[in-house]
Structure formats: structure tokens, C-alpha cells
């Protein structure tokens, strides 16, 4: 087995999805000790996250924190200055895959295909208008969360400024995107490989925070049912979107498949979930992959994109 020196978690943090991230994290933790590797957890703050990194002697970097500061590039670049070898996208990236917005932008101008929408930076805007041209019902989304916090699907014009007034407590910017009637699928990446389509179902409006993490209704499809042609379209354009925004090591793309059987692409996720209830793992287990060796290949796949650079 490969030798990976000290390894330190990042789990925890200041985001909306720090409950998420321990869980995340002590998962990851436990997989690793049990693997005989030596590892420290580390619930990384902005502020003292180096000073925690250089007093764990760590050498390299199991990044477990979703959201805002580990997942948008900022730790990213700390890890870069300290020369630490991290899992996961580099700066660039990250920050891109954070911005649902940039990350529509970058997808549209190479030609792959993500709901059309428009952006709300104030708190008013031509409502009648942007009803008229995206249709209802509609999906109201903050450009930088997780977790759909913040997001809501709007079924009548009265309702969108509400909407946006509660999108716009997660960000100043908002986007108001055409609702795509379908079917939701993920696919899981782990070194560039797309990993086993995995189809959601769940009885709620969308697949919102409580059908994430709380409800034991939703289900999840592998095979998902849609049939070969659409399931490998859906693995190629994870990966193109993947490439287009600069991903590596591993992540996850979020995807609706329309009723023509056309997909659209959501959003990357570049640290996923590794809870009980996550999807990488649930595609990992499919394609053969158990949760131990998953976290093993996650952990060996972990760069410092200057010295690679460099190298
Ligand atoms: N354009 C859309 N059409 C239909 N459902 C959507 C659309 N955008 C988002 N959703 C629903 O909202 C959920 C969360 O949206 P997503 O963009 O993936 O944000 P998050 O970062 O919060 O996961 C999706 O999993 C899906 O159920
Ligand atoms: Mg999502």
C-alpha cells in the first residue's frame, strides 16, 4: 500500500454545511484508521486553519468541508502556500464550481447544455418579465450554497419575491433558472472516470434539504431506469462539464433529465457528501468500489498543483 505520511481531515468549518461536513469527515476519518493510516481531524477555521495544519505535523490533506471556504478555493490556496498535497479541485476550480453562475457561463460557452436563466442582483427586478420568458413553475437559487439552502421552486409570480428575498440571505446574487420537468441524476467522477448513473426520487416538491439529509422516503436508482443511450451521455457530459471547469481528483455533477430525454446540467460538486445517506459512495458501491478503497483512491489521488506544475 501506497505510504501517505501524516494525514489530516478538514471537516467541520464555518459553512451552512458544517453539520454535513462532520459527518462527512468522521466518516472519512474512521475509513482511513481503519486502514492503518495515520490520521489527525482537523475542524478547520478560517484565521487559525494554518497554524492547525502545522501543529498536526500532516503531510497531506483529506478535504471533507463543503461550502463556503473549503470548497470555493480559499483553503485550496492555503494548502498551495503550505505546499500540502490536498484531494480534490485546485483553486480555480473550485472557486468556478462554487458559482453556479460562472459555472453556467463556462458551460454554455462550450457548448454543453445548462437551463437557461437569468440573474437577479437587487431585490426587485421585471418579474411579469422574467415569468414571461422562463415560464413557471421556476427555480429561485443563491449562486453560492449547497445543500439547496437558500433554493426554492416558484409555481406562481406572486410567490418569486419572496423567493428571491430568501435566496438573497445566502447571496447577494441570485438566479432565477427554468424549471426542468424530468428526471434528477447524479453521476459521481473518481479520477476522471464517471462513475454509475444514479437516479433520485423523492415525494417532496425537489430534492430540497430535508429530502437530502432528514427524509428516509427518498430513493435512489442504480441502474437508474433511463436506459443505456441517456445514461451514457449523462457519464460523458459529467466529464466534459468536469473538464470544462478545470475538476480534478474526484466530485460529483448534478444533472435533470428533461421528458425528451435530454440532460441539463446543475451544478459540481467538488467535495460531495460522504455520509451514510451521500451518493459517491452509493455509485462507488455499484461499480465494485467499497467505501474504504473509495477513500483510499481519493486520498492517493491528493496534489499540490504547483509542485505538479513545477514537476
Ligand atoms: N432547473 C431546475 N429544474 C428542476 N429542478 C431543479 C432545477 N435546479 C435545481 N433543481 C432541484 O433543486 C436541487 C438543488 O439544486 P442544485 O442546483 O443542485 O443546488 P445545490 O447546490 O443546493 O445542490 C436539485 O437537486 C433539483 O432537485
Ligand atoms: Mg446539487
Known amino acids: 500500500m501506497e505510504s501517505f505520511g501524516r494525514v489530516a481531515v478538514l471537516y467541520g ?6 453539520e454535513v461536513s462532520l459527518e462527512s469527515g468522521r466518516n472519512v476519518l474512521e475509513a482511513l484508521q481503519a486502514q492503518g493510516i495515520d490520521v489527525v481531524g482537523i475542524d478547520a477555521m478560517p484565521g487559525t486553519l494554518p497554524a492547525q ?11 471533507m468541508l463543503h461550502g463556503r471556504f473549503g470548497e470555493d478555493g480559499v483553503v485550496q490556496g492555503c494548502l498551495e502556500t503550505l505546499g500540502l498535497p490536498y484531494t ?5 476550480a473550485s472557486s468556478l464550481a462554487m458559482d453556479k453562475l460562472r459555472s453556467k457561463w463556462l458551460w454554455h460557452g462550450a457548448g454543453l447544455p445548462t437551463p437557461e436563466f437569468r440573474i437577479v442582483r437587487g431585490e426587485t427586478a421585471d418579474w411579469t418579465e422574467l415569468v414571461a420568458v422562463l415560464g413557471l413553475p421556476l427555480m429561485v437559487k443563491p449562486i453560492r450554497e449547497g445543500s439547496s439552502l437558500g433554493i426554492s421552486k416558484v409555481n406562481a409570480l406572486e410567490a418569486l419575491p419572496a423567493a428571491v428575498a430568501e435566496a438573497r440571505r445566502f447571496d447577494d446574487t441570485v438566479i432565477i433558472e427554468r424549471f426542468i420537468k424530468g428526471q434528477e441524476t447524479t453521476v459521481g467522477i473518481l479520477e476522471r472516470q464517471p462513475l ?8 417532496r416538491e425537489f430534492y430540497d434539504y430535508t429530502a437530502k439529509y432528514l ?7 442504480i441502474p437508474s431506469g433511463l436506459g443505456e443511450t441517456v445514461e451514457r451521455r449523462l457519464q460523458e457530459l459529467a466529464l466534459q462539464a468536469f473538464d470544462a471547469l478545470g475538476c480534478s481528483g474526484w466530485g460529483r455533477v448534478d444533472f435533470m433529465v428533461d421528458e425528451a430525454g435530454q440532460p441539463w446540467l446543475l451544478e459540481i460538486n467538488t467535495v460531495p457528501g460522504m455520509t451514510s445517506h451521500s451518493l459517491v459512495p452509493m455509485a462507488a458501491k455499484a461499480a465494485g468500489i467499497d467505501f474504504a478503497t473509495l477513500t483510499r483512491r481519493i486520498l492517493a489521488g491528493a496534489q499540490c498543483q504547483m509542485q505538479a506544475r513545477a514537476g
Open 13 to 18: 468549518g464555518p459553512a451552512g454545511e458544517r
Open 53 to 63: 495544519l502545522q501543529a498536526s505535523g500532516a503531510q497531506r490533506v483529506f478535504n
Open 88 to 92: 480534490g479541485s485546485g483553486v480555480l
Open 215 to 221: 427524509a428516509d422516503d427518498t430513493r435512489y436508482l
Open 196 to 203: 454509475p448513473v444514479i437516479r433520485l426520487e423523492t415525494a
